[in-house]
C-alpha cells in the first residue's frame, strides 16, 4: 500500500468516525444537491466541509436525476488530495450517467471502476452483483451492462466478458449487436475459436439479425480455425438471407484460402466477387500476389503486380517477400529498387524480409548489412530482426557472433524473451552443444523466463537426436509434470523419438492419448505415426493410420504416400506400391522427388534396373532433377548386379575425374561396349541442369571408394579419398569400414587394424561391420584364434555380435576343419537367439 493510499484511508476512518450526524449530513447533502442543481458551482466549491463516503453518496441519490451535477460533484471528490470515493460510489455514478446517454462520461468511469475493482482483485461476480443493486434501487435503464460487456471485450478481459454476456438475460437484459460483435472480435483475436462460435449461435437464438461485421469476424474465425469450407458455407447461408457483404468479408474469405495454400479456392472467391459486382481493389489484388506466393508461383505473382493499376507499399512487400521465401534475393531487390523509384520508402517489413531471406540462403554477411543499413533509413530493428540473424548464426554455427548480437539487442533497449532463448538453444543444439544448451537452459531459468513448448521441444528433440534416450524420457516426464501436454509440437517431438527408439507400443499409446491430453493429431503426427511404423515393417498398421486419418477429414499428403511407398518395398510387397500409385494418380497428387527415389531404390533392390531406369525418366520427363540420393542408389545398384563399367561412368559424370588425369584409378572408367543404352542415357541426362542439383557428398565419394574395393583396387581407392579429402570430403565410418573390408579380403590384415586404430584417432567409432571385417581377414589369412580374442572382446567395447559375425568364424574354423569348435560357436549363437542364416 503506497504512502498516499494510507492517509487517504486514515483520513476516511476520521471522516466516518468524526464526521456530523446522519442528520447533519442529510442536511449538508441538501445543500449542496440544492447549489449544484441552480449549477452554483463557486458556491459549492466555497463550502467548507470534509468529503466522506456516506456523504458521496447521499448526494448522489438526491442528484440521480441531475447527470451534470451528478458528474460536477463526483469529479470535485475525485480531485481531492488526501480522499478519493470508494468504489460503491463509482457504481452510482456510472448508472446516472449512462441514463442520461452520457456516454464518453460513462465510458471514462467505468474504465476506472473495472481497473479498481482489479486491483482490489474483485471477482467479475462482485461487479455484477453491485451494479445489478444500484439499477434495482434506481430504476434505470440497463444500457450500463451493455457497456460493461463492451468495455471488457474490448480490454480483452474475456472471462468477464463472457460472465456479463452469459448473466444478462437471466434479468431480461439484452446486449446490442456492436457489443457482442465486439465479444466475438476478442474471442477471435485470442484464438478461442469455439467459444466464439458458441457466442455466435446464442446471439442468433436471442434474435439477433447479424451485420456485415459480425460476418466478417465469423468468416475470419472460421479461416484463422482452418475451417475455410465452413467459412464458405456461412457465406452462403448469409447470401441467402439477403445480406449484402462487404468487400472485407471476401478478403477475409481469400486470405483464408491463401493461408490453405488452395489457388481453387481463392479464384472462387473471386469469381464470387465478380458475380456480386464488387470490384477488385488493391487489397485484392495483394492477396492474389500472396497466394501465388505461397506456391512458389512467382512468375504469376509478378504478372497480377504488373497488371495492378494502383500499387501500394503492401503489395510490394508482400511480392518482396515472396521472392526472399523462395531464396530469389536477386529478384527482391530487383524489386525493391523499383519499389524506392517509385517514391515509397523501406519499411520494417520488407527489411525483415530481406534479412530473413538471406539468412536462409546462408548470406549472412548481407543479412547483416540490412540491420546495420536500417538506422540509415530511419528505422530501428525489432526484436524480429535480432532473432532472425540469431537464427541464422545459429544455422552456420557462428554461435559467438550470436551472443555478441544478443548483447547489441539489449543495449538497444530489446530485452530477451523466451523467444531469445529458444533460438540461441536451437543454435547450441544444432551443433551438438548439448553441456552449453543445459547451461543457457539453466541460466535462462535463474533470470525468470519462463520456458515454453518449443523451448523443451528443442531439447528434446536434441536429446532424441544424439541417442540421449533416458534423458529424452527424463525431460518428457518434467514436461509433463509442467502440464505442457496440449503442445502438438511436444507431443509430436517425443511421438517421433518414440518411433525413432522403435518403442512403437509407446508411441500408439502416446497417440491415442492425444484427445485426452486436448490436443487433436493433425497431419503431421498421423504422418510421424505412420511412418514410424513403417520403419518397424508394420505396414499394415501404417495403412491403417492413414485411413484412420482420412475418417478425420485429414487428406493424405505426397509426404504420407512416400512413406507408405518406401515402407512397402522394404517389405518388398510391390503390389501395394502399384494400388498406392494409382491412388496418388486418381487423388491428383504429382508424384516428387522422394517418391521417384524410393521406387527407383526398389526396383534395384529387387533386382529390375529397366523398371528402375524407367522411373528415372519418368521423373526427368516431370522436370524434376535427381539428387544425390537417386544418382547413388543407381551407381550403387549397378555395383550390386555387376554393371561395374556402368557404375564407374555415372561416377564419372558427378565427379569429373576426366579434370584429373594424374590419378591412377582413372583407368576404370572405361569405355564398355556391354554397357547398358539406359546407363548411358542417364549420364547424358546428367549434363547441365541435372548435374547442379547432384553436388557430389560423402555418399557418392563413398561409393567410389566402395566400387574400387569391389574390384580390389585398394591403392585407387585410398588416391581418391586422399585427392577428395582436399576438395572437401571428409572419410567417415562408412568410409573406414568400406576401406577395412576391402583390404581385409585382399589379406592385408594388419594394415586393416591399422585403419581401426585411425578411426580411434579421429574419434570414430568402428562398429560391428568394421570388425566383422577384421574377424573375416583374420579368419581368412588362417588365423581363426586371433579372430576368436578378438571375439570375445566385442562385448568390452560395447558391441553385440551378430548372425554374420558367428557365420564368419564359425566358417573359419569349419575351413581349418575345427569342427568342434565351429558346433560350441553355433550351441552359443542359438542360446543368444540369433537365428543362423
Not at 477429414?553 to 494400388?579: C, W, Y
Not at 496418388?584 to 531406369?613: C, H, Q, S
Not at 569429373?656 to 546407363?679: A, E, G, Q, W
Request: hydrophobic share 40%; aromatic share 10%; with cysteine.
Amino acid at each position: 500500500m503506497t504512502a498516499r493510499s494510507k492517509i487517504a484511508n486514515a483520513i476516511r476512518r476520521y471522516t466516518t468516525t468524526h464526521s456530523p450526524s446522519t442528520n447533519g449530513t442529510q442536511k449538508l447533502a441538501d445543500q449542496i444537491s440544492r447549489l449544484l442543481i441552480l449549477q452554483r458551482y463557486t458556491a459549492v466549491n466555497n463550502l467548507k466541509f470534509d468529503f466522506s463516503d456516506n456523504l458521496i453518496n447521499t448526494v448522489l441519490i438526491k442528484l440521480k436525476l441531475h447527470p451534470n451535477a451528478s458528474l460536477h460533484f463526483f469529479k470535485l471528490a475525485t480531485q481531492r488530495q488526501y480522499f478519493k470515493p470508494h468504489v460503491q460510489s463509482y457504481y452510482k455514478i456510472v448508472h446516472i450517467l449512462s441514463k442520461a446517454r452520457m456516454f464518453d462520461e460513462t465510458r471514462f468511469y467505468l474504465s476506472e471502476l473495472l481497473e479498481l475493482s482489479r486491483n482490489n482483485k474483485k471477482p467479475v461476480s462482485f461487479v455484477w452483483d453491485e451494479l445489478v443493486a444500484v439499477y434495482r434501487e434506481f430504476k434505470f435503464s440497463p444500457t450500463v451492462f451493455d457497456m460493461v460487456l463492451k468495455i471488457y471485450a474490448k480490454k480483452g478481459l474475456i472471462k468477464n466478458a463472457l460472465y456479463v454476456f452469459d448473466n444478462m438475460p437471466k434479468w431480461g437484459l439484452v446486449p446490442k449487436l456492436g457489443s457482442c460483435n465486439s465479444l466475438l472480435n476478442s474471442l477471435v483475436k485470442k484464438g478461442e475459436f469455439f467459444t466464439a462460435f458458441t457466442v455466435y449461435d446464442e446471439m442468433i437464438k436471442m434474435g439477433f439479425n447479424p451485420d456485415i461485421y459480425t460476418c466478417t469476424i465469423m468468416v475470419n474465425a472460421y479461416c484463422k480455425d482452418g475451417k475455410v469450407d465452413k467459412a464458405e458455407i456461412f457465406v452462403d447461408e448469409i447470401e441467402k438471407m439477403g445480406l449484402e457483404l462487404s468487400i472485407a468479408t471476401y478478403h477475409s474469405l481469400i486470405n483464408g484460402y491463401v493461408e490453405m495454400k488452395d489457388l481453387k479456392g481463392v479464384e472462387r472467391v473471386l469469381r464470387r466477387m465478380d458475380e456480386k459486382g464488387i470490384s477488385r481493389n488493391v487489397v485484392t489484388f495483394t492477396l492474389l500476389i500472396k497466394s501465388y506466393c505461397r506456391l512458389c508461383k512467382m512468375e504469376e505473382a509478378e504478372k497480377v503486380f504488373r497488371e495492378m493499376k494502383e500499387v501500394d507499399k503492401q503489395a510490394y512487400g508482400v511480392l518482396i517477400d515472396g521472392f526472399c521465401q523462395m531464396g530469389k534475393m536477386d529478384d527482391a531487390l530487383r524489386i525493391r529498387d523499383q519499389m524506392l523509384r517509385s517514391g515509397f520508402k523501406m519499411n520494417l517489413f520488407i527489411c525483415n524480409s530481406l534479412v530473413n531471406g538471406y539468412c536462409n540462403a546462408g548470406k549472412i554477411s548481407n543479412a547483416e548489412q540490412i540491420v546495420r543499413s536500417m538506422i540509415s533509413w530511419n528505422l530501428k530493428p525489432d526484436s524480429y530482426s535480432y532473432h532472425t540473424l540469431l537464427d541464422g548464426y545459429g544455422r552456420e554455427g557462428l554461435m559467438q557472433n550470436a551472443f555478441n548480437l544478443c548483447d547489441e539487442m539489449i543495449q538497444n533497449g530489446i530485452d530477451p524473451t523466451v523467444v531469445t532463448y529458444n533460438t540461441l538453444l536451437k543454435g547450441l543444439c544444432r551443433e551438438g552443444a548439448i553441456a552449453d544448451a543445459l547451461h543457457l537452459w539453466n541460466l535462462m531459468l535463474k533470470r525468470g523466463v519462463v520456458p515454453n513448448a518449443v523451448g523443451y521441444g528443442t531439447l528434446l528433440n536434441a536429446f532424441l537426436n544424439m541417442g540421449e534416450f533416458e534423458k529424452a524420457l527424463v525431460l518428457w516426464k518434467h514436461i509433463l509434470a509442467r502440464g505442457h501436454t496440449k503442445s502438438r509440437i511436444l507431443l509430436s517431438t517425443v511421438l517421433k523419438g518414440f518411433c525413432k527408439m522403435g518403442k512403437m507400443v509407446e508411441a500408439e499409446l502416446l497417440f491415442n492419448k492425444m484427445e485426452e491430453l486436448g490436443c487433436s493429431p493433425d497431419g503431421v503426427t498421423y504422418r510421424t505415426l505412420s511412418d514410424g511404423y513403417c520403419k518397424a515393417g508394420e505396414i499394415e498398421k501404417a495403412l491403417k493410420t492413414k485411413d484412420t486419418m482420412e475418417l478425420q477429414n485429414i487428406p493424405a499428403s505426397i509426404e504420407n504416400f512416400n512413406s507408405l511407398i518406401s515402407g512397402l518395398i522394404k517389405a518388398g510387397n510391390f503390389s501395394k506400391v502399384k494400388d498406392l500409385l494409382s491412388e496418388m494418380n486418381d487423388r491428383e497428387l504429382t508424384p516428387n522427388v522422394v517418391t521417384y527415389g524410393a521406387l527407383i531404390t526398389g526396383w534395384f533392390k529387387e533386382g529390375l534396373p529397366e523398371k528402375a531406369f524407367k522411373a528415372y525418366f519418368e521423373m526427368r520427363e516431370m522436370g524434376l532433377n535427381p539428387n544425390v540420393i537417386i544418382v547413388s542408389s543407381i551407381i550403387s545398384g549397378l555395383y550390386k548386379l555387376g554393371r561395374t563399367d556402368d557404375a564407374n561412368m555415372l561416377l564419372q559424370k558427378i565427379l569429373d575425374v576426366k579434370l584429373y588425369p594424374d590419378l591412377r584409378h582413372i583407368y576404370i572408367f572405361s569405355n564398355s561396349k556391354t554397357r547398358l543404352p539406359d546407363v548411358q542415357k542417364i549420364a547424358d541426362s546428367l549434363d547441365g541442369s541435372a548435374t547442379k542439383s547432384v553436388v557430389p557428398n560423402n555418399v557418392l565419394y563413398n561409393i567410389a571408394v566402395a566400387g574400387l574395393c569391389k574390384l580390389g583396387k585398394i591403392d585407387d581407392a585410398r588416391d581418391v579419398i586422399n585427392y577428395y579429402s582436399q576438395k572437401g570430403f571428409t572419410p567417415d565410418e562408412f568410409t573406414y569400414c568400406t576401406l577395412v573390408h576391402g583390404i581385409s579380403l585382399v589379406g592385408k590384415v594388419n594394415e586393416a587394424f591399422n585403419l581401426r586404430d585411425e578411426m580411434l584417432i579421429k574419434d570414430l567409432v568402428p562398429n560391428i561391420a568394421v570388425y566383422n571385417a577384421l574377424i573375416n581377414g583374420l579368419c581368412k589369412s588362417g588365423n581363426t584364434e586371433r579372430a576368436l580374442r578378438l571375439f570375445n572382446k566385442l562385448h568390452s567395447k560395447g558391441l553385440s555380435p551378430n548372425v554374420i559375425t558367428y557365420n564368419t568364424l564359425i566358417d573359419g574354423y569349419y575351413k581349418i576343419g575345427k569342427t568342434s569348435e565351429a558346433v560350441q560357436l553355433l550351441k552359443r549363437m542359438t542360446e543368444e537367439e540369433i537365428l543362423p542364416s
